[in-house]
């Protein structure tokens, strides 16, 4: 199954798209989109190579369950009878350092060096909040081995100083991860759990992962007025079409009928599903009621609110 783009992921791409670039919150919310962005990359492409994972192990993606404390999010788990593998990915461009001695990383980019908590600190965590969660829902104790996946291939990699836990070698380039999965025989391994209590793990996985939830608009605390409303053209990208008759006209020539629906799910995701005729209009930059009456009712469902009052559930 594809990985997907997480909620947080597509409400700034919708938010970067709709702010004018003169707006207070463009650059912060454009940074914050690029750094998501550049973050589903690297484990896209890393997904690419776990394809390739040996028959006996099983490839759960972007999970996040709650181990009787707080919750934990994993990019990828993989499973086996034998052992479970953290994997955690950076997409990092420049140069990455591995400073042991201090527990950090550093990245070395354009001149700029940024520094972020130890990832071997994170994983180790997570390592023991996947224990405690097994252990709260009766699993047997079985292997953890974390791994840092670096998916960019023109990333240079660096360590520094004494490396008592062997970090160095779970450091893994995103290509090597077939040849890592693949060099030991499986059954070289003691069998941690019988393919029931595995699959049973697989869909208790499932049934309580919680994926993470954020309102961008709430979190940057914007208001409608903040972003550029209309609907976009489906050639050109300009945003401000038309209406006529019975359908949208772009200024580049080409005709709509149905342009508006994605404006409509753009401000479902940002604003959520319910919308009023007068914010229809306002959006849509519409100036007869009866036209944006029309257009909702085709494409929404309504309550039985009354006239002025009703509110359009948007359809997705």
């Known amino acids: 199954m594809q990985r997907m783009k997480t909620s947080e992921l597509v409400q700034l791409e919708i938010a970067v798209k709709r702010l004018a670039s003169n707006s207070t919150f463009y650059h912060s919310l454009q940074e914050e989109l690029l750094k998501i962005a550049s973050g589903h990359h690297g484990e896209k492409n890393t997904d690419y190579y776990l394809q390739y994972t040996p028959d006996h192990m099983t490839h759960l993606k972007d999970i996040r369950l709650f181990d009787g404390i707080q919750h934990f999010q994993v990019d990828s788990l993989l499973t086996s009878d034998s052992h479970l593998t953290i994997i955690d990915v950076k997409n990092h461009k420049g140069k990455l350092i591995f400073d042991f001695d201090n527990q950090q990383l550093i990245r070395d980019y354009k001149g700029q060096k940024d520094y972020y908590t130890d990832p071997f600190i994170q994983v180790e965590h997570h390592k023991l909040q996947l224990t405690r969660w097994l252990h709260h829902h009766n699993f047997p104790q079985v292997p953890i081995e974390p791994y840092i996946i670096i ?157 002025k009052a009703r509110i359009y559930c948007i359809s997705k």
């Open 151 to 307: 998916s960019n291939p023109q990333t240079v990699l660096k360590t520094h100083g004494r490396d008592a836990h062997g970090y160095k070698n779970r450091i893994i380039r995103a290509k090597r991860l077939p040849h890592l999965l693949n060099k030991l025989p499986y059954r070289q391994k003691p069998v941690a759990w019988n393919s029931e209590e595995r699959e049973r793990f697989h869909q208790l996985v499932q049934k309580k992962n919680t994926p993470f939830t954020v309102s961008v608009v709430k979190k940057h605390g914007l208001i409608m007025s903040d972003f550029v409303w209309g609907v976009e053209c489906p050639s050109c990208g300009t945003i401000g079409m038309e209406r006529r008759r019975d359908h949208w006209r772009c200024r580049c020539g080409r005709k709509s009928s149905d342009a508006h629906l994605q404006l409509l799910q753009e401000y479902a995701v940002l604003f959520g599903s319910e919308i009023t005729n007068a914010v229809f209009r306002k959006i849509a930059r519409l100036s007869s009621a009866k036209v944006a009456r029309t257009l909702l009712v085709q494409c929404c469902e309504h309550n039985t609110k009354h006239s």
